[in-house]
């Protein structure tokens, strides 16, 4: 009996190695063993031919084998089961490698890029945002500005005249001359926008895009607009651009000055870029003309201003590298998708 | 301007390099823009401001350099003593005209030899680029590169009567200028003239007839000052700029006339060997007034940003030539020279002060901020949020000029919008208008794209049009948004094909934007002509509630957005290889639409049901006509409507189509029982029935 238990649970045991986590292996073993024809089953329907002295012991000895193989089988079906559950996972498997699904990507032009720091900077410090009229007459684009008829500055500007006596802005200050007739001081401002010349090459297009800035209030002083260009073209192109004052002539500002940051290219040691000088050219600036504020009622004794402006597209193409004015306008998507949000 | 190192040396003797000068007159204002070496020799491209025509000169900047180093200026040579009979006697000049000319000086120089001038003035013209000519024409040019004075030389011999007349042209009259050109004049113009005609155009050309020849013997000199307007308005109106008017239109010293008198005769006696006759005609109609202003210390400080002392200030006006002198304490009062016209007041003082220690000195601060910050602004917000969308709907944004041709915008623009306003002096035919939409740009861009081989193309303009007033004047200027869409919807992808793009896309895009920018605004969609577009493949949106009007006038019952495919009559016109759908909304219209209250609703506390119905509708009706039947019936709870199938093809007769209508309520309360639905859904049968609307079985 003890032997015929031991061949039982030897075969069995390597019946199960054999199947492995096939799961209709492991019940065909089950059925071999446990079954209505089972062979641990035959064993137990064999009990009642045994004496009444031998059939307790043997009893046990069935009960613990027919314990141990049931407990081995559900290890085994558990096991068959996880693999069928694994592979059944591996079947649903993809690949992420393969191009994803995406809408559209769109892009922002590098001047909207561009406009957006500059004015980033500014609302920081609580400049208002203004803007003004495209269509201007001769007294906010010239005369509020110092610049009567006949003045030689208007050479400068070559103008596009509409109809009914306007022109095409030249440049924003208009919208200086507007918030200042508008408004009490302290003002602080910017005003970015579209400005027209007539004038159309490599380097120049007949519309483009400005950015100038006025702060009027008691104690204004040129130190502060050193300090506001300083810190904006750091904030602009890095903690070490450098910004230079140079004395400039502009009608409408007096002191006036341009200024010029340092070469980007060469790092202010001069090189092909900036001529040599190690300074870039940016724009013009100064403090407020007296005549100005005389034609906008802001009184000149008690107030001070500065005012500074700036060309965005220029500033762009600077920033991205850009080496061609006109692809700015060109609106070619294989330019303009190289500036997503 | 080009200048001579070494001529500015014989006016100046300083000492430093034709770099250090560079860099100096930089500083100073006078922003070298190159330095070319010319054998011992260097010659300085200078960009002189438009208000410093003092130094458009060698003498000019000499000044400027004298400041800069300290050294004083070389004293000018004086001229020979003359021989024989004084001028006077020997000729005349009337200044008729005396509103135009405020000075006008003539000499005479006789026996002169008209030849070649020696190689030293050859080389002076040239290293400032102009040619030698002859030897008196070469000292009038020597003059005026020297003194910034322009003169002229006439042949005395060829003038009339010996009589100088200083006048307005007569209606009528004309001049062959010395560039053999004849001009035909007018009484706006200053002319100098003898007794019988004109010999000159004030300030600008001398004429052919009284130039300088080889048989020239007797040379009348001119140095006069006339009106920098009058000068300007000539040479503008006949298109001639000259050395001359250069400096005239900026404004001359009317005290440099003498100065300039002596250096020529001086140069007429060594170059051409003339006796000057004695003595100058100078007829002086407006005397020279020498402004005086006055500087408080306080105010270089308040504008410079530092204050540099009262002896800085003092040494600084004296270096400039402006002899301070000290009239109350901490004021200066100085006296302007002639030849700084641009000197009016005391902040043009500040500015001399501050160019002469050098901005470098200026230090840097922020402004301390005054008041309240400004309040967020709601308008510029809504701009930017319209690109950030249309942005992350896979648009790019592009800029069109504002400009366009004669009649580009025409085929999309309302009956009775006016007529484009017109740019009277257009730099390209394409860009003569200004424009009354933004389609026109982006299907020129959409074009240019598609030509060069993109196949979809999906662009977007923030900008503004330009619309005529009835009232003339200042267009009304909108900022508008304008979008422009070809080829696929989707991007390309292996999972599936994807569609082309069609009218719902671009109406799907137009109202995440009109959503994103004023949120729970009151509108309707509708069908709707759009001038420029597809009858029959276009959607227009209307305010459904008054609106505040912005700006100038408008319909109110005018759609604020549009789209739709672009005409095929326009198509074919345009030459456009591919279908174009195009949008445009008025943002400003846009922004000022009244809309819901935006507050917080609670969320439901019992499920919704819904019943599908699917209809077939007649030609002609529309999910509109449907969704207004639909709402006759009162619903037991809320109600939302979704189109959930649309369907055309047999069994339906082919004008039909059916769209399946999933009704949703959702009661806030309690539930709704299955009888109320379903009373809900026969009252919607009936109310559809009544207009012919079937259920499709």
Known sequence: MRDELRRIEREFNSALVSAGTDPQAVEEIRVRYLGRKGEVTALLKGLGSLSAEERPAAGKSINDLKERITLALLGAADAAEAEAHRLSLAHEAEDPTLPPLLPW????????HTRRLIERVFREMGYTVDSGPEVEDDFHNFEALNLPPEHPARDATDTFYVQGGLLLRTHTSPVQIRVMRSRRPPIRMICPGRVYRRDWDATHLPMFHQLEALVVDENISMADLKGTLALLWKRIFGPDVETRLRPGYFPFVEPGCEYDISCRVCGGCGCRACKGSGWIEIG??????????????????RYRGFAFGLGIDRIAMMRYGVDDLRLLMDNDVRFLRQFPI | MLVSIAWLRSLCPFDGSAREVAAALTARGLTVDAIREEGDDAVLDIDVPANRPDCLSHRGLAREISAAWGVRLAPQPGGPAGAGAGIAEL????????DLCGRYAARLVRDVRVGPSPAWVARRLSSCGLHAINNVVDASNLVLLELGHPIHVFDFQRIADRTVLVRRAAAGERLTTLDGVERSLDPEMLVIADSRRPVALAGIMGGADTGITDATREV????????PGSVRQTSRRLGMATDASHRFERGADPDAVAAAQEMAVRL???LAGGTPAPGMLDVHPTPVVRRNLRLRADRVGELLGFDPGEKEIEASLDALGLAPSRALPRTFEVTVPTWRIDLEREADLVEEVGRHLGYERIPARLPVPGGEPPPHDPDTDGEERCRDVLAHLGLHEV???????????????RPGSGQALAVTNPIAEPLARLRRSLLPGLIRSLDLNVRRGSRHVRLFEVGRVFLPTKSGGFPDERLRVGIAWCGAARPAHWSGPSPEVGLHHVIGVVESLLEAVRPRALWRRTDGAVPGLHPGKTAIWQAIAPEPAPGAGHNPSEPFAWCGALHPAEKKRLDLADAAFLAEVDLERLRSLPARHGGFTPLPRVPS??????????????FDDLRRLLAIPRPPAPV????????????????EIALTVRVILQPQERTLSDEEAEEYRAALVKALGEKEIRLRT
């Open chain 1, 105 to 112: 990507v769109g892009s922002l032009h590098p001047v909207t």
């Open chain 2, 91 to 98: 000729a005349r000049v009337e200044v008729l005209s005396a």
């Open chain 1, 284 to 301: 013009g600036a100064g403090m407020v003309h007296p005549t100005v504020f005389e034609a906008v009622g802001v009184d000149p004794e």
């Open chain 2, 399 to 413: 800029f069109c000029y504002s400009m366009l041709a004669v009649g580009e915008d025409d085929p999309f623009s």
């Open chain 2, 220 to 227: 009348l000199i001119e140095a006069a000052w006339f009106l």
């Open chain 2, 640 to 655: 939302e409507f979704e189109v959930v199938d649309r369907y055309e093809g047999p069994p339906l007769r082919s004008t």
């Open chain 2, 268 to 270: 007429l006696a060594d």
């Open chain 2, 609 to 622: 049901v819904s019943r599908d119905l699917s209809l077939v509708l007649n030609p002609g009706v529309s």
